[in-house]
C-alpha cells in the first residue's frame, strides 16, 4: 500500500456533466500529480499541484481543473464530459518540489466511464 | 518533448527463468531520472526501480536489475527468478532533473508467468 488512496473507484457519467474525483495523499507529502490513463496505454500527465498551487500543466484543455486543499488532499474537475474522457484516472503524491529524484506514490485510480 | 517507447507489447517468460523488458527514450536532456513501475489487476502502480542518470552504476532491487546505456538512451528491466506474482503491465518512465518533474511513460509491457 501506497498510503495514496482516491475515490471513487468507478464512475459513469454521461456526455456533457461534470465530474469530481478526489485523492487523498500519503501522510507528509505536499505535491500531487494526475495522469490519465486510456485503455491500454501509458499515464498521461495532466497537472502537478505543490502547496495548493498549479506547477505544470499537460496537454489538457481548460475543462480539466484541480485544487490541492491545505491538508494536501486534491480534487480533479471535468467539465463538459466527452467520450474520449473515459479512462482511469491515476492520483500521485510526492514530497517537496525541487527534487526530482523524490518517488511518486500513486493511489488505485479512479474508473470513469462517459455514455 | 520527450518520449519513452516500449517496443514489446507483450512477453512471457516460465517461472523461474529470466526476462528483460526493452525501453528506449529521448531527450536532450543530461541530468534526468528512469523509473520502471508495475502496474497488476488492482491498479495501483507500484515503483519496481529507479535510476539517476548521472550514475554510471546498474540500479539494483532484489531480483530485479536494469541495463541503463545513457549514450544508447536505453533503459532495459531484467528480473531474475521470475515468480508468479511479477504478471502485470510494467511502465518505463522518466522526469526531467527540472521543470513540473512529471513522468513520461511509456506505452507498457504486459508481462504473463507461465507455471
Known amino acids: 500500500e501506497t498510503g495514496v488512496t482516491q475515490s471513487p473507484t468507478h464512475l459513469i457519467k454521461t456526455r456533457g456533466q461534470q465530474v469530481t474525483l478526489r485523492c487523498s495523499s500519503q501522510?507528509?507529502?505536499?505535491?500531487v500529480s494526475w495522469y490519465q490513463q486510456a485503455l491500454g496505454q501509458g499515464p498521461q500527465f495532466i497537472f502537478q499541484?505543490?502547496?495548493?498551487?498549479e506547477n505544470g500543466r499537460g496537454n489538457f484543455p481548460p475543462r480539466f481543473s484541480g485544487l490541492q486543499f491545505p491538508n494536501y488532499s486534491s480534487e480533479l474537475n471535468v467539465n463538459a464530459l466527452e467520450l474520449d474522457d473515459s479512462a482511469l484516472y491515476l492520483c500521485?503524491?510526492?514530497w517537496g518540489l525541487g527534487l526530482a529524484k523524490n518517488i511518486q506514490y500513486f493511489g488505485a485510480g479512479t474508473r470513469l466511464s462517459v455514455l | 518533448a520527450q518520449t519513452v517507447t516500449q517496443s514489446q507489447p507483450e512477453m512471457s517468460v516460465q517461472e523461474a527463468e529470466t526476462v528483460t523488458l526493452s525501453c528506449t527514450y529521448d531527450?536532450?536532456?543530461?541530468?534526468?531520472?528512469l523509473f520502471w513501475y508495475k502496474q497488476p489487476p488492482s491498479r495501483q502502480m507500484i515503483l519496481v526501480i529507479r535510476?539517476?542518470?548521472?550514475?554510471?552504476q546498474n540500479a539494483t532491487e532484489n531480483r530485479f536489475s536494469v541495463n541503463f546505456q545513457k549514450a544508447a538512451k536505453s533503459f532495459s528491466l531484467k528480473i531474475s527468478d521470475s515468480q508468479l506474482g511479477d504478471a502485470a503491465m510494467y511502465f518505463c518512465?522518466?522526469?526531467?532533473?527540472?521543470?513540473?518533474?512529471?513522468?513520461?511513460f511509456g506505452q507498457g509491457t504486459r508481462l504473463t508467468i507461465n507455471p
Open positions: 518512465a522518466y522526469k526531467e532533473e527540472k521543470g513540473a518533474q512529471k513522468l513520461v
Open positions: 535510476q539517476e542518470a548521472y550514475k554510471q
Open positions: 501522510s507528509g507529502h505536499n505535491t
Open positions: 531527450t536532450s536532456e543530461s541530468d534526468y531520472y
Open positions: 500521485a503524491s510526492s
Open positions: 499541484y505543490y502547496r495548493e498551487e
